[in-house]
């Protein structure tokens, strides 16, 4: 059965500058163009792949970011036990409508209207990624010649979720293939690439929380 949806981009939130981005340059990964986020508060260093965007996330301006409307971002900043991570889905075919988990609309200033962010209802559970849809979202088509043949994202895992994940979890699982969501002691982020058929793995910490398999 074809899912509705699938991943469009994740991000980790990092330090100012996202400074940890050097070692993914190390690795052999190409970094594409950086972003701010006007009337947000966030910027950030990001990383192409043909069909996901791989985005290391950061407060530029603090008073910005609490004043917003998306300033869950800026509380889960300040909260060690917080999940750092995001992960943005989009609609596989033409879009229903229908976002694929409960949640509200966030109409960001940097957005033209009348496009808007869909904001997961578990935002504020802090154990869990922030989660986000994009009807508009489109697969990125292409990539640059990443290290070591990086291309294609098959597979998502986000280690250090509740035990007992809330309804947007559940509903994402069961609409996107590739995702899945496990307890753990200590978060991190796996992306599995190309169907993992060469049993390779980059672990990026402890300066990032994210292991690359392929």
Known sequence: MNKQFELDHVFI????????ANKLVEFGLVEGTPNTHP???????RFFFQNVMLELLWVADAKESQTSDLSVLWHRSQQPEASPFGVCLRPTTTPSGQPPFPGWRYSPSYLPKPLCVWVGQNS????????FYLEFGKPKG????????????????VIGCNAAPSDVLVKTVEQTDGIEFLPGDKPLME??????????TMDFRPHLPLRLCW
């Not at 939130?13 to 940890?20: I, K, M, N």
């Open 124 to 131: 504020d559970v802090l154990a869990e990624p922030f989660m």
């Open 13 to 20: 939130l990092t330090q100012v500058g996202a400074p940890e």
């Open 191 to 200: 992306l599995g690439f190309d169907g993992e058929i060469q049993g390779q």
């Open 39 to 45: 009337g947000q508060g966030t910027a950030n260093r």
């Open 142 to 157: 292409s990539a640059p010649n990443h290290g070591h043949g990086l291309q294609m994202v098959t597979r998502l895992s």
